[in-house]
């Protein structure tokens, strides 16, 4: 770089020298420029402990420039002096010969597979091969193979795993060192050349559930075929999204009870409010499995998710009995209607299972429900009557 001929339109962004360097000791290296408008005009990107890139930040408003680069291992510092003329040269023809500036690639692409090859002019006269660098993703890698006479030829390859839900498209930045110029209008000896990877979706993500509801209440003022809640869900495929198809799980003991539209997602009760009190307690939520489905030709993908109903609690329900884990006989106010012949023992309740695991999600708002999973039922039992039986849950 100490006389270094660039063309003037050479874009800002683009690497226009390699500076390398060397130590002694084996430490690692720092390079930076100083001059008139150096921090303006050009950075230096560390790539290695003893190399670095100088880049090109903005257009040239002089034909000349003088700097002083210098390297320091922190202790010592070795200086020397550089001059940049920008030549007027324009369409200074490039030392890449061939390459794929666009690769289309399916996002479940296999890793170690060839998806292309780049070939660079060499420098005349020169035993040495151009020496090929990638920038720009881990998810891929470049190696040198042997070209034609005269040039050189490499692998671009496929190393890691695509996924077009988190980027659908990778820029990658191929470097090519000690690659033919045009000597008497361009002394770089690093040559660079862009080429985008567009990543194409396939269907692979099963639908999304968009807010599923934390809790529904069932009032006793509702009839049958009244619609309680909308259900949505959407492909998780970001593009070509299948249209989606909702069911309630076959197995669910609660099918009976309600329906859900298989186009809209609306779920409706199927039968009275009283038949269902018949069934099932006021004051533990009914978890009704829902699905949704992708129409597809191929193997269509499906979520479930669990949607809560919780009988409104009544009046009568309410004089005769609350929740606990501990008897509270003495604390809770009596309820009006007493049971007669009451136990003379007080026993303690009890939980059903030792243990509970329940679930709940984030950012959710005051008094949403906790959804329960396992095989464990949620219960408490009191084996005494009248006010020995009533407990309260804390």
């Known amino acids: 770089m100490r006389n270094l001929k660039l063309p003037r339109d050479t874009k800002p962004g683009t690497s226009i020298y390699r500076l390398r360097g060397f130590d002694a000791d084996g430490d690692a290296l720092t390079f930076n420029i100083r001059g008139t408008d150096a921090r303006e005009l050009l950075e230096v990107r560390t790539v290695s402990p003893t190399q670095a890139d100088v880049i090109l930040k903005i257009q040239p408003v002089r034909t000349q420039y003088e700097y002083t680069i210098f390297v320091s291992d922190g202790k010592e510092t070795s200086l020397f002096p550089s001059t940049i003329v920008f030549t007027e040269a324009k369409s200074v023809s490039s030392p890449f010969l061939e390459y794929e500036p666009i690769i289309s690639l399916l996002e479940n692409t296999p890793p170690n597979q060839v998806i292309s090859y780049v070939v660079a002019k060499e420098k005349e006269n020169s035993n040495l091969p151009v020496s090929f660098e990638l920038q720009g993703s881990d998810k891929f890698t470049i190696k ?44 770089r000896n690093i040559a660079t050349v862009d080429i985008v990877i567009l990543v194409q979706d396939i269907q692979d993500s099963p639908p999304v559930f968009q807010n599923p509801p934390s ?120 309820p009006t209607n007493k049971i007669s012949n009451q136990s003379t023992i007080n026993r303690a309740p009890r939980f059903t299972s030792q243990s509970y695991v329940g679930t709940i999600p984030e950012n959710s708002p005051s008094q949403t429900a906790v959804r329960w999973e396992g095989a464990a039922v949620t219960r408490v039992i009191d084996d005494d009557k009248g006010d020995n039986a009533m407990f309260e849950l804390f």
């Open 144 to 187: 040198y193979v042997f070209g034609p006479r005269g040039s050189s030829k490499a692998e671009l390859k496929i190393v890691g795993e695509l996924d077009f839900e988190e980027v659908n498209y990778v820029k990658l930045n191929i470097l090519a060192l000690n690659a033919w110029t045009n000597v008497t209008l361009d002394t």
């Open 215 to 334: 809790l529904v209440t069932i009032s006793d003022t509702l009839k049958s075929g009244a619609a309680l809640v909308d259900i949505r869900a959407e492909d998780g495929d970001t593009a070509n999204k299948n249209n989606i198809t909702y069911s309630i799980d076959s197995e669910s003991s609660l099918g009976s009870f309600f329906s859900i539209n298989s186009t809209n997602g609306t779920i409706t009760l199927l039968k009275s409010v009283e038949e269902l009190r018949s069934q099932y307690d006021c004051c533990i939520p009914l978890l009704l499995e829902v699905k949704a489905t992708e129409v597809s030709s191929s193997q269509p993908a499906e979520t479930t998710v669990k949607v809560p109903f919780l009988l409104e609690k009544t009046d009568t329900a309410s004089s005769y009995y609350s929740f606990g884990s501990s008897d509270s006989s003495n604390t809770i106010n009596q």
